[in-house]
């Protein structure tokens, strides 16, 4: 915050950085509003961890994993998909999130692959069992990614089962907008954020109906958050923050008044 104050765009940077960013919101082309592309994703630098795999060639055991994103490959993820350590899941904050990652120092390495780049659609619990650096990869402190035996067979020869890699996350590319799967009732609304872009992470979410003002949701498990109210027969708009980046974006009125719990709405805006 503070030699943000000091540089080139300071005007920008010091008011994206705390409580102003309301005030600088620009209207998208597409009918929702975002924050500019100079508050966008930035990679992070290459640092070193361990990589494992999970489930077989199918990746059908990505389905139902710890962000609620249901079935990966109807929702758009396909194989390319890690478990994150509880260190970076963050108690589902880390869902969404993409890296590259790179197998490095070890033979089973796949020569000529530079990386392959996968969505953070699970966890990987710790098991306190298991010694940290023989089986208990994935506890705390450690960074560790758990990958779908898809992901992992493009850049190892799986009976390696565990490599050294160098990751950094990396911007998310989506296309079209966030979708939003609904669960709940006339009462409750329980919603899952998929198909993020940007930082692909969400911090805070609010929901308004045609009827009411914004509504602040609170973090139910993974990408899920929820409203106690009453907003069935309206049309649904969603404010949403990035967790990493802190861009704010609306999406109005994402669903339409006779929405229904099972049905996933899919906004015209995304982050970048
Ligand atoms: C944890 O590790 C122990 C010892 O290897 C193993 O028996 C157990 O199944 C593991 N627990 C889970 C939940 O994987």
Redesign the pocket.
Known sequence: MANCCLHGSWILSCLLSGMWSFAILARSSAGGYYAPASAGFKPTTWALAHATFYGDESASSTTGGACGYGNVFSNGYGTSTVALSSTMFKDGYGCGTCYQIKCVQSNACIKGVPFTTVTATNLCPP?Y??DSNN?GWCNPPRVHFDMSKPAFMKIAQWKAGIIPVMYRRVLCVRTGGIRFQFQGNGYWLLVYVMNVGGGGDIATMWVKGTKTGWMSMSHNWGASYQAFASLGGQALSFKLTSYTTRQIIVAYNVAPSNWRAGMTYQANVNFK
């Open positions: 098991n069992s298991q089986g």
